[in-house]
C-alpha cells in the first residue's frame, strides 16, 4: 500500500519597489546558477501529464498551454522525459489548474487556503519521492503584502500582463512539480524566483525555462541519465538523445550545452 502525503507549495509576491530593487542588487552580484533547492519529490521518469484547465478563462489557458509547451521542449533535453497535455476521455487527470484555492487534487486529497502573499500554489499528493497527482491555483483576487493601499495581486484589465503572469507563475508551480524548490526574491536565471508587483510588473520570473532550471531538474535522482553509449561518435549527431560528442566519445550533456552550474513544505516570505 502506498503511503500518501499532502504538500503544498506557492509562489510568493513582493510589493514592487521592495522586490524591484532587491532584484536589481542580486542581479550584480549573480553571475551563475542560484544554489538548487528541492521539494523531495517529483512526476516519475517519462511520464505523460494529463492536464485540467477547464476552470480557467480563454486568456489563462493560453498562458498555461506556453508554460506547458516551454516545459514539455525542456524535458525533451534534460533527462526526465516527462510530458504535459490536455486531459481526454481516455487519459486520466492528473493535474488541476483552477482559481479555486482549496480544490482538491485529482487523487482527492484537501487542499488550504492561500498562505499570505501567495500569488499562485501548488497542492500536491505524493508517494514517498514520486508525485502522484496535483492541483495548481491561482490567487486572482489576493493583494500583496504590505502595500498601502493594497496592491492586487493580478490586474486582468490589463490583459497582456495578466497573461504574461499567469504564464510566468504557471512556469513557477510546474517547476515545483520537476522538483524545483523556491528560491529568495531577487534570484536571477530561474523560475523559481518570487513574483514582485501586479502582475509580476517588475519581471522578475522569467518567461521560459532557463538553463539553470534545465540543469536543477537533470541533478534530481528521479531522473537518471540513460546509459552510456558504446559506439563512438564524429559529431553529435552519432549520439542518442542527451548526448554529445566530445573528443570522438558521446558525453552525457542534458541540456545540449555546458551550461550553468523542492524544499518539502518550503516557505520563503520577501
Given amino acids: 500500500m502506498r503511503t500518501r502525503q499532502i504538500s503544498s507549495l506557492s509562489v510568493l509576491l513582493c510589493g514592487a519597489g521592495l522586490a524591484v530593487s532587491v532584484g536589481v542588487h542580486r542581479v550584480s552580484a549573480q ?11 517529483q512526476w516519475p ?12 478563462n480563454s486568456t489563462e489557458q493560453g498562458a498555461v498551454v506556453t508554460a506547458f509547451n516551454e516545459w514539455n521542449t525542456a524535458n525533451g533535453s534534460n533527462g526526465s522525459g516527462v510530458s504535459f497535455f490536455p486531459a481526454d476521455a481516455a487519459h486520466h487527470t492528473t493535474l488541476v489548474l483552477t482559481n479555486n484555492a482549496t480544490a482538491p487534487t485529482p487523487s482527492g486529497s484537501a487542499c488550504s487556503a492561500f498562505s499570505s502573499g501567495a500569488a499562485a500554489k501548488t497542492c500536491a499528493t505524493t508517494s514517498g519521492t514520486t508525485l502522484v497527482s496535483a492541483t495548481v491555483s491561482y490567487n486572482l483576487s489576493g493583494t500583496i503584502p504590505n502595500t498601502n493601499p493594497p496592491q492586487p495581486m493580478y490586474d486582468q484589465s490589463d490583459s497582456t500582463g495578466f497573461s504574461q503572469a499567469i504564464q510566468e507563475y504557471t512556469l513557477h508551480e510546474v517547476g515545483h512539480t520537476m522538483g524545483e524548490g523556491d528560491q529568495p526574491a531577487g534570484t536571477t536565471n530561474t523560475v523559481m524566483n518570487q513574483g514582485c508587483g501586479t502582475n509580476d510588473s517588475g519581471n522578475c520570473i522569467p518567461t521560459n525555462v532557463t538553463t539553470c ?38 558525453v552525457y550533456n542534458p541540456t545540449g550545452s555546458s551550461g550553468g552550474m523542492v524544499t518539502f513544505n518550503a516557505r520563503l516570505s520577501c
Fill in 31 to 41: 553571475t551563475g546558477c542560484p544554489t538548487p533547492t528541492s521539494t523531495g519529490w
Fill in 45 to 56: 521518469q517519462n511520464q505523460t501529464v494529463y492536464y485540467d484547465d477547464s476552470g480557467l
Fill in 213 to 250: 532550471d534545465k540543469t536543477q531538474v537533470s541533478k534530481e535522482p528521479a531522473y537518471p541519465p540513460p546509459p552510456p553509449p558504446s559506439n563512438s561518435c564524429n559529431s553529435d549527431s552519432d549520439c542518442p538523445t542527451s548526448y554529445t560528442c566530445g573528443k570522438g566519445t558521446c
